[in-house]
């Protein structure tokens, strides 16, 4: 592990996140069926967003972007819902993820200013995405995990942690690449 590493993960504790771990970036894979799915636009972000496709780029090109980088780190934020459907403990939720995030690239991006930052979902920042005109804060956009075709269920179950969406937990995933 690097030092980078270590001191990372510390730096993701004290921004909120409720786990952090090393990420072995070569063995992520680049998923076609997870793309495929961001096309169905279940989410209402496909098309629509800076950080979902198309516009955060081809599948090939997220990925030779990702392949770039030697060193990860998976970022989590759990939260524990008072009913089975509790909308307000996901918007709570993926708000403290967004909140944790963008302190910590703040704080990473001091020493690995080109670092990759992949967020969960479309990007939220502001009310109504700008596309397809220029992003309105470009430094605080972070392209979703799964635009880049990385399946999260896998990720961490190769971790030997669960992705619990339902079932009284909520589960939102980012990853760190420098």
Known sequence: MSDFTERYLSIAEDCGFDHASPLDVSTLQVETWVRDTCAEDKCHAYDHNWTCPPACGTLEECEAEMR???????????????????????????????????????RIREDHPDCLVLGAGGCRICPQCAYPEPCRFPEKMHPCVESHGINVVDVLEQRGLEFQFGANVVTWISLLFY
């Open 68 to 106: 770039k980088y030697e060193h990860g780190i998976l970022l989590q934020v759990t939260g524990r819902q008072e009913k089975r459907i509790d909308v307000k403990c996901y918007a709570e939720t993926e708000e403290r993820l967004r909140d944790a995030l963008l302190a910590f690239t703040k």
